[in-house]
């Protein structure tokens, strides 16, 4: 079983920069993670992409986003970061991580969900 653990929201202002992290966790030897990425869902609206990287490091960006945040990650620590800069209010969700695992044990693929983090951004 993998879970995915994310850590850095929290309140800035608009304007402002935060770093969110997630990391897998579980039996590094019975899978490998292939995409990664970050959701997020405002208050009254349905979740959306933020960003996702692939394994080999292709990244996608939703379009209200682009420029403003980039996503990383590390394979062999099984972790991907958003860093988010010039934040706005409208920035302000639960951000949720996502991952793709495929496990070498014979269960296939299947997706985890963080329990997200909420980032604030006042104006």
């Known amino acids: 079983q993998v879970q995915l653990v994310e850590s850095g929201g929290g309140l800035v202002q608009a304007g402002g920069s935060l770093r969110l992290s997630c990391a897998a966790s579980g039996s590094i030897f019975k899978f490998k993670v292939n995409a990664m990425g970050w959701y997020r869902q405002a208050p009254g609206k349905q979740r959306e992409l933020v960003a996702t990287?692939?394994?080999?490091?292709?990244?996608n960006y939703a379009g209200s986003v682009k420029g403003r945040f980039t996503i990383s990650r590390d394979n062999a620590k099984n972790t991907v970061t958003l860093h988010m800069s010039s934040l706005k209010p409208e920035d302000t969700a639960v951000y949720y991580c996502n991952a793709d695992v495929y496990y070498y044990t014979g269960e296939g693929s299947m997706d985890y969900w963080g329990k997200g983090t909420l980032v604030t951004v006042s104006s």
């Open positions: 990287s692939s394994r080999g490091g292709s990244t």
